[in-house]
C-alpha cells in the first residue's frame, strides 16, 4: 500500500504552511484531520497520543521543527524546540533519530535559510519512510512465501499493537508484509491483538478492513491458546526500540507473544526500519520504558450508541494500577529482524552492519 498517510502538508487560509494529522485518538469512530499550526502543538499530539508508533512520532517531531523554525529561525528556539520534542515520549528512539537528522541539517545553516530547509528535510524524512516501509514490505513478503500453507489455506499472521500505515508515513512495518502479500494475491488472514489498555489494535483492525484484509480481533489473553491450537503461523510485531544485541521493546504484550511462539514452536518476527536500532543500548537494560497515567487503565473510551464519543471509569480513580507502556523481548526469542535493508537474524554479529550506517554514529 499505502492506502494514504496519516499526516499531510497544507497551508492555513493565510497561506502559512502547517502540518495535518489524523486524529488518532478519533479511530476507528472518527476520521478527524487536526490542524498543526504550532510546535506546541505537534508537542501536545505526540504526547496525547493523536499521533502515535515509533515511526510517525518521529516525523511528525521533524515537522514540529519546521513549525518552530518559521516562527523563529535562531539558534536559541532550535536547541530548546529540539528538546521540548525529544521530551515527548522516551522509548521510541526513531523520535531522537528525526530530531538529530533535522539539527545536523539546520545548525550549520543561517537562521534565514532554515525556515524552507527545515519543511525540506521533514518532507524526506517522511518519503524515505515511505520508501522503507516499501521495502520492509518486500523483504517480508518472501518470508511469508516461505511459509508451508497446507491445501492452499490463507496464512495466518499474528500481530500486536499497530505497525500500520498510521503508524508509519508509508505502509506500515509488522503491516507492510501483510500488505504486500495481500497485493501479491496470497490468501492471509490476520489475528489482530487488542492491545490494552490503549488498545492500538483496534486501529489495526480499522486499517486492514480500510485495505480490505480479513482478520479477526481477539483479547489479548487469547494469543497463546490460538497458537497451542495450531491456527497462527507466524507473528509479525513492530519495534520501538532495538538494542545492539538484538533485544527489542515494543508495545507490551510483546514479550508474552514471543514466549508463546517459541513454546509452539512459531517464526516471531520483528519488522522496523534501521531509524529504530539505536547502537547507543547496549541491550536492553539500557532502554528507557514509558510509564502512562494510571487512568488509560481505569478507564476506557469507546462510542455511545447515540454516536458520542465516551469515557467509562472501570475502576475507582483511588485504584492502585501499573501502566507500563512497553516491554522487552529478549533477542533469543526473536527468529529474524525485517528491515528495509534485508532480514537479520537476531544476534549481535548479524546486526552489527546496521549499526555501521552513518547515521548510527
Ligand atoms: O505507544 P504507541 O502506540 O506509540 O506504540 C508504539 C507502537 O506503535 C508499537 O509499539 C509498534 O509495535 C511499533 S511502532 C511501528
Same mark, same amino acid.
Not at 501536545?44 to 521533524?62: D, S
Not at 508451508?148 to 503508524?167: D, E, F, I, Y
Given at each position: 500500500?499505502?492506502?494514504?498517510?496519516?499526516? *499531510?502538508?497544507?497551508?492555513?487560509?493565510?497561506?502559512? /504552511?502547517?502540518?495535518?494529522?489524523l486524529d488518532q485518538t478519533r479511530l476507528p469512530h472518527a476520521t478527524h484531520w487536526l490542524p498543526l499550526a504550532h510546535w506546541r502543538e505537534a508537542e +501536545?499530539?505526540? &504526547?496525547?497520543?493523536?499521533?502515535? #508508533?515509533?515511526?510517525?512520532?518521529?516525523? %511528525?517531531?521533524?515537522y514540529g521543527l519546521a513549525l518552530a523554525m518559521q516562527e523563529d529561525a535562531s539558534d536559541t528556539q532550535l536547541v530548546e524546540v529540539t528538546a521540548r520534542l525529544a521530551a515527548t515520549r522516551p522509548t521510541a528512539v526513531n523520535l531522537r533519530w528525526a530530531?538529530? *537528522?533535522?539539527?545536523?541539517?539546520?545548525? %550549520?545553516? @543561517? $537562521?534565514?535559510? &532554515? *525556515?524552507?530547509?527545515?519543511?525540506?528535510?521533514?518532507d524526506a524524512l517522511a518519503a524515505e519512510d515511505a520508501a522503507r516501509n516499501h521495502a520492509i514490505g518486500q523483504h517480508g513478503l518472501a518470508l511469508l512465501?516461505?511459509?508451508?500453507? $497446507?491445501?492452499?489455506? /490463507?496464512?495466518?499472521?499474528? +500481530?500486536?499493537?499497530?505497525?500500520?500505515?498510521?503508524? +508509519?508515513?508509508? #505502509?506500515? @512495518?509488522a503491516l507492510a508484509p501483510v500488505y504486500a502479500a495481500r497485493a501479491a494475491g496470497i490468501p492471509l488472514e490476520v489475528w489482530v491483538s487488542e492491545t490494552r489498555p490503549r488498545n492500538q489494535g483496534l486501529l489495526t483492525a480499522w486499517e486492514l478492513r480500510e485495505a480490505d484484509v480479513p482478520h479477526t480481533v481477539i483479547a489479548d489473553n487469547a494469543a497463546g491458546i490460538l497458537m497451542?491450537?495450531?491456527?497462527?503461523?507466524?507473528?509479525?510485531?513492530g519495534a520501538d526500540r532495538i538494542a545492539a544485541n538484538g533485544d527489542v521493546a515494543n508495545k507490551v504484550g510483546t514479550l508474552l507473544k514471543a514466549l508463546a511462539a517459541r513454546r509452539f514452536g512459531l517464526p516471531f518476527y520483528v519488522a522496523a526500519? %534501521?531509524? +529504530?536500532?539505536?547502537?547507543a543500548c547496549a541491550n536492553a537494560t539500557d532502554i528507557p520504558i514509558e510509564e502512562r497515567d494510571g487512568d488509560e487503565v481505569r478507564c476506557v473510551t469507546g462510542m455511545n450508541t447515540a454516536g458520542q464519543?465516551? %469515557?467509562?471509569?472501570?475502576l475507582p480513580e483511588h485504584t492502585a494500577v501499573n501502566n507500563i507502556a512497553f516491554d522487552l523481548t529478549p533477542a533469543d526469542l526473536v527468529t529474524a529482524f525485517v528491515t528495509e535493508r534485508s532480514v537479520f537474524a537476531a544476534e549481535a554479529a548479524a546486526l552489527r552492519p546496521l549499526f555501521a550506517e552513518p547515521e548510527h554514529d
Open positions: 500500500m499505502p492506502l494514504s498517510s496519516p499526516l *499531510r502538508r497544507e497551508n492555513a487560509p493565510n497561506g502559512i /504552511p502547517r502540518l495535518a494529522i +501536545t499530539a505526540i &504526547r496525547a497520543m493523536q499521533v502515535r #508508533g515509533a515511526p510517525l512520532i518521529g516525523i %511528525t517531531a521533524a530530531l538529530a *537528522r533535522m539539527r545536523a541539517c539546520l545548525q %550549520t545553516l @543561517t $537562521p534565514a535559510a &532554515r *525556515r524552507n530547509a527545515a519543511w525540506a528535510e521533514a512465501r516461505a511459509l508451508p500453507r $497446507p491445501g492452499a489455506r /490463507p496464512l495466518r499472521v499474528m +500481530t500486536h499493537c499497530n505497525a500500520g500505515w498510521l503508524a +508509519t508515513a508509508g #505502509g506500515g @512495518t497451542a491450537q495450531g491456527k497462527v503461523d507466524a507473528i509479525f510485531v526500519p %534501521t531509524s +529504530t536500532f539505536d547502537a464519543p465516551v %469515557t467509562a471509569r472501570l
